[in-house]
């Protein structure tokens, strides 16, 4: 079996959009090296700063380097029956794969990653990069960042790494077809295996312990792995990979309790890379109250636990341009929306007012009366449940299966409260009217 240990200079960190600037490439038996190829390429594009301080590889030097195109036959002859290896495989293999396919050429290899072949012999390592791998077995690297210095020292760490986890370990990782060369470079093959696969919310955390992304799934380990593939060529997709460095999770028992849990987890940390939570946060709540006259009423004020709101808003300006709006539309009386006017006499009657104003809200609330949501728990003896109390989400929890449910107020112990927002808001109003497989409980 031949080995094509090959590493590659770019102009950048993603295949769409960026070129090879160097490539090398050594075919090896799993014994010796049998062949070297090695050649600077003139991308088309000029070079960036930071990547010819990093590579020493600058627009002179590549100006009268050939092109991909003059020198893909060659390339593709030495790959094309070979299993391709690289540190960190996916990356060469994007770009690689990106010019080959662009000249027409199908390459369609099976991938060795030298960073997981080296999990796998030395176990326990603070760090799997090549540089820290070069270290810590005393391999030389004569040209660091450069495609053969890179190379030679990848051979190096191949045979060592064989020579420690011996060749079924190889041929095993080969024969499984990559299942797992699709995980970025910090997460072991056994830390995405003992995902779950059941409903939760799961993270993802940098190097610094902070979450970066947070999400919800009904199949937790299913959901993680459609993150990492396919994710060659997006520039925003490999730097996400790259900045993994551990998956956590959290069970919920149902998907009610999933979405509520996801979104006040993102608003509480708020990850860089959850894009779809980028709008800012609601900081001010319209609310109802009676005034001393019995007049139902519109109110903004910052967004509380202790108020449950008709509707959440980024600043009070758009809370008011809002009120103002639903008051025009109905035809209600602008005083009693919180809006000045000259007198408070003619006020229309209370009882017209009140039953025009609670009819108009009811379509913002999230439900009517007091229930409760309730499924299996996260584990066998428990039970998970939701709880809405005059109308208001409180918030979910879990208690023992023994309890005997006979009001409201006996979840109270158990309850983990959830922040007001427009998203659990809707999630809510989302399951009152499809309850999906959870049990719906009014008192």
Known sequence: MLFAITDIETTGSYASGNSITEIAICLHDGHNVLHSFSSLVNPGIPVPRFISTLTGITDEMLRDAPAFSEIACEVYRLLSDAVFVAHNVNFDHSFIKAELETLGYRWRPKKLCTARFARKAFPGLRSY???????????????????????????????????TAGEEMLMQMISQRNSDAFLP????????????????????????????????????????????RDAQGNKRLQDFLREIHRIDFHLTGNELIA????????????????????????????????????????????????????KT???????????????????????????????????????????????????????????????????????????????????FGYIPGEVQISSPDILENWLQRVPPSETNTSVMRSFIENPRNLRLIKF
Not at 194 to 222: C, H, Q, T, W
């Open 259 to 310: 979405l509520l849990m996801e979104d006040a987890e993102i608003r509480k940390y708020w990850p860089r890379y959850n894009s779809a939570q980028k709008k800012k946060a609601n900081k001010f709540s319209v609310f109802e109250y009676i005034d001393q006259r019995g007049y139902l009423r519109l109110g903004i004020n910052k967004v509380s636990t202790s108020i449950s709101p008709v």
């Open 129 to 163: 990069g090549l540089a820290h791998l070069c270290r810590e077995l005393n391999i030389v690297n004569r040209s660091p960042h450069r495609a053969l210095g890179d190379t030679l020292a990848t051979v190096e760490l191949f045979e060592r790494s064989l020579q």
């Open 185 to 228: 470079n910090h997460i072991s093959e056994d830390e995405y295996h003992s995902l779950p696969e059941k409903v939760g919310v799961y993270y993802f955390y940098d190097n610094r312990g902070k979450p970066i992304y947070i999400g919800k799934a009904v199949n937790i380990k299913k959901r993680v792995h459609s993150h990492f």
């Open 313 to 395: 808003f980024t600043s009070i300006h758009i809370a008011q341009r809002w009120v103002k709006k639903l008051g025009e539309e109905n035809s209600i009386d602008m005083r009693l929306l919180g809006f000045p006017g000259t007198s408070d006499d003619m006020l229309p009657a209370k009882e017209v007012h009140n039953e025009l104003l609670a009819n108009v809200l009811s379509s913002y609330k999230t439900g009517a009366g007091n229930f409760i949501f309730y499924s299996t728990g996260r584990k066998e003896g428990e039970y998970a449940f939701v709880l809405v109390k005059e109308g208001e989400l409180r918030g």
